[in-house]
């Protein structure tokens, strides 16, 4: 008989804890889950679920026009914002009662009540009742940074962007990453006039120079505006409702929204780690070791409550592991190596392995192949805009160590280029793979 109430209690019930609960109960462990807010986490609930279909909705305002040049007789179309909203949300809901029934067909017992430590193998629920357990797993993920300065508070952030009650027309965006460039695209499809603010001098640092530069460029041409190097310094709000935006060093800007992009923080405020001994390190994330274990021997730790890989699919790699090593007794690390990522911008762009300037660094002598070209469909549609292909090969053995791309459907491509990353594939691999014509991800394989 176990002297506790669960062998393992999860805090947070996002993409990596439920994970982690369901395959551990698989492994025969008897499991609760608590969430304050709604199962499914960032992904599902307030991120990346929602906001691509916010995105796919986006792209009728430029395939509704094109579709002119195609023969089809389109007639002037309104956009309405609360439709598109409220079938989003439905859907969010959707996926949560399915996320829900999945963690009870495992038996997994979930709690909706926020959970804090009170020691090493004890949790203390909102409602009061304080619960044991052999191994316990936080699992809280990020939240987003909210900067502080005069008149802050009247902006928001992407937790809330999915329920405006209106379209705004005019939309300031602070920040240069992949949250701020999504939304910019987002909103301007929809007839919104965006401004990007950014207190740095580049967007999406750390994707290869050469694809971020591409996206300004079209992004610009778009009709998007920037502001680099310009740092918030008052927001005021107007008579009429709408904000006075003040930033250093260029002109102020008359808003009816501002969404703060401006990064994700570990969510950890008040989970009582200190009283458990956890340790952070310097950035306020948990540590942990190759096995997701923190410095307590019964505490471990997922997702991006820890100083790693921000994506859902590497939290959901990090609860399978856990649960594989704690229970499963099959210790199994986590490959950080090549792992893809997208920005569903428009257009999107993705990458795997390293940068240019990456793998000048790591590897000194290397080769480069790129693409430029028009796709089929933008030359008809008479849409100027080019996709952009690169290719990173290591020079001393031909093995191809990064691949960047942006265009129309460069996620869905990069993920099947990606496995030939991983599998260090060489470039005379690529080569010698027959074109399948006519198609943009040809190019990868036609590559000088």
Not at 193 to 203: L, S
Not at 365 to 377: A, E, G, L
Not at 378 to 397: G, H, P, Q, T, W
Request: glycine letters at 10%.
């Amino acid at each position: 008989m176990s002297n506790f109430d669960y062998d393992l209690f999860v805090i947070g019930a996002g993409s990596g804890g439920v994970r982690a609960a369901r395959i551990s109960a698989g492994h025969g462990a008897k499991v609760a889950i608590a969430e304050e807010h709604r199962v499914g986490g960032t992904c599902v609930i307030r991120g990346c679920v929602p906001k691509k279909l916010l995105v796919y909705g986006a792209h009728f305002a430029e395939d509704l026009h094109d579709a002119r040049r195609f023969g089809w007789d389109v007639p002037e179309c309104k956009f309405d914002w609360p439709t598109l909203r409220d079938n989003v949300l439905a859907e969010v809901s959707r996926l949560e009662g399915i996320y829900g029934e999945t963690l009870g067909n495992h038996h997994v017992e979930i709690i909706k009540e926020r959970a804090v430590l009170t020691g090493p193998q004890s949790v203390k629920l909102a409602g009061g009742r304080e619960v044991t357990a052999k191994t316990i797993l936080i699992a809280t993920g990020g939240w987003p940074i909210r900067p502080e300065f005069p008149g802050s508070e009247f902006g928001i952030t992407s937790n809330e962007v999915f329920n405006l009650e209106e379209m705004p027309k005019r939309v300031v965006i602070a920040g240069g990453g992949y949250i701020a460039n999504e939304f910019a695209g987002i909103f301007h499809e929809f007839g919104a006039k965006v401004t990007i603010v950014n207190r740095g001098d580049q967007i999406l640092r750390g994707y290869d120079e050469q694809i971020r530069d591409r996206l300004l460029q079209i992004s610009m041409t778009k009709g998007i505006e920037f502001r680099f190097n310009a740092p918030f310094q008052e927001i005021t709000k107007n008579d009429d409702g709408t904000f006075h935006v003040v930033m250093k060093g260029c002109d102020a800007i008359d808003a009816d929204l501002v969404l703060f992009a401006t990064g994700r923080a570990p969510n950890i405020k008040g989970l009582g780690l200190d009283k458990a001994g956890v340790e952070l390190n310097e950035k306020g994330a948990i540590k942990v070791d190759e096995f997701s274990k923190t410095n307590v021997e019964s505490i471990y730790a997922v997702g991006d409550v820890t100083d790693r890989i921000q994506l859902t699919p590497v939290a959901i790699r990090e609860g399978q592991a856990f649960a594989d090593t704690v229970f499963g007794k099959k210790p199994t690390k986590v490959d950080y190596a090549s792992v893809p990522s997208a920005v569903f911008s428009h257009p999107p762009l993705a990458g795997v392995g390293m940068t240019e300037a990456q793998a000048k660094n790591k590897l000194g002598t290397i080769r480069t192949y790129t693409s430029d070209f028009r796709p089929m469909k933008n030359v008809l549609a008479n849409r100027n805009e080019r996709a952009l292909y690169k290719m990173v090969v290591d020079a001393s053995n031909d093995v191809v160590v990064g691949l960047h791309m942006i265009g129309p459907d460069a996620p869905e491509i990069l993920q099947a280029a990606a496995v030939a990353v991983k599998a260090k594939l060489t470039k005379a691999d690529f080569d010698a793979t027959v074109a399948l014509h006519p198609s943009m991800a040809e190019e990868l394989v036609l590559l000088k």
